[in-house]
């Protein structure tokens, strides 16, 4: 069975820094690109970032760019989001989600969420 | 960046009546790579259209999608109660690879 799962969210002050991480189990993958979805608080779903299977090919949203960096370790099957220079606009729920063997950005298997939430 | 607008904001309808969403992207979406999902409060959301018109993996026949260029649809045939949700669709033909702002589909 295809599982994803979240951790690494809570508290944070602005301006402060964040380490998310995403363990998958169930599939093969470095055969797959990987995606970060959030959705903040009454909002809907936006996307954050995208990575290649082998890292080759990594996108952000405009929002944190320059702020955010994604990453994979393919020999632990582990995704990663590295999240600096945090604003109260970062509060949401982050979710890791599985992408396509053959395109990024497409999500078919996603994980509950983490919850970041900004607060002074 | 490829702005899409989903139609309508909130659709209100009963079980077992036929629904249509709409999704109008700003640009024509390359390759016909526009998604839709479902999701539900405190859920995962769920694939359930790619590439335009194909089901994810496990999704019934009821829920179908079609379009091509700059305008989509999501249809589902006759409602369910599980259906009740919310729907976004996406498109990842070029980055950034955003969302619609969602469709409501609630009871009547």
């Known amino acids: 069975e295809v599982q994803v799962v979240e951790s690494g969210g809570g508290l944070v002050k602005p301006g402060g820094s964040l380490r998310l991480s995403c363990a998958a189990s169930?599939?093969?993958?470095?055969?797959?690109?990987m995606n970060w979805v959030r959705q903040a608080p009454g909002k809907g779903l936006e996307w954050v970032a995208s990575?290649?299977?082998?890292?080759?090919?990594?996108y952000y949203a405009d929002s944190v760019k320059g702020r955010f960096t994604i990453s994979r370790d393919n020999a632990k099957n582990s995704l990663y989001l590295q999240m600096n220079s945090l604003r109260a606009e970062d509060t949401a729920v982050y979710y890791c989600?599985?992408?396509?063997?053959?395109?990024?950005?497409?999500?078919?298997?996603w994980g509950q969420g983490t919850l970041v939430t900004l607060s002074s | 960046e490829t702005v899409l607008t989903q139609s309508p904001g909130t659709l209100s309808l009963s079980p077992g009546e036929r629904a249509t969403l709409s999704c109008r992207a700003s640009?024509?979406?390359?390759?016909?790579?526009l998604a839709w999902y479902q999701h539900k409060p405190g859920q995962a959301p769920r694939l359930l259209i790619y590439?335009?018109?194909s089901r994810a993996t496990g999704i019934p026949d009821r829920f179908s999608g079609s379009g091509s260029g700059t305008d989509f649809t999501l249809t589902i045939s006759r409602l369910e109660p599980e259906d009740f949700a919310v729907y976004y669709c996406?498109?990842?033909?070029?980055?950034?690879?955003?969302f619609g702002q969602g469709t409501k589909l609630e009871i009547q």
């Open positions: 640009q024509s979406i390359s390759g016909s790579y």
């Open positions: 990575i290649g299977s082998s890292s080759g090919y990594i």
């Open positions: 590439g335009a018109s």
């Open positions: 989600a599985r992408g396509s063997e053959w395109v990024l950005g497409v999500s078919d298997h």
């Open positions: 996406q498109q990842y033909g070029r980055s950034p690879f955003t």
């Open positions: 169930g599939f093969t993958f470095s055969g797959y690109s």
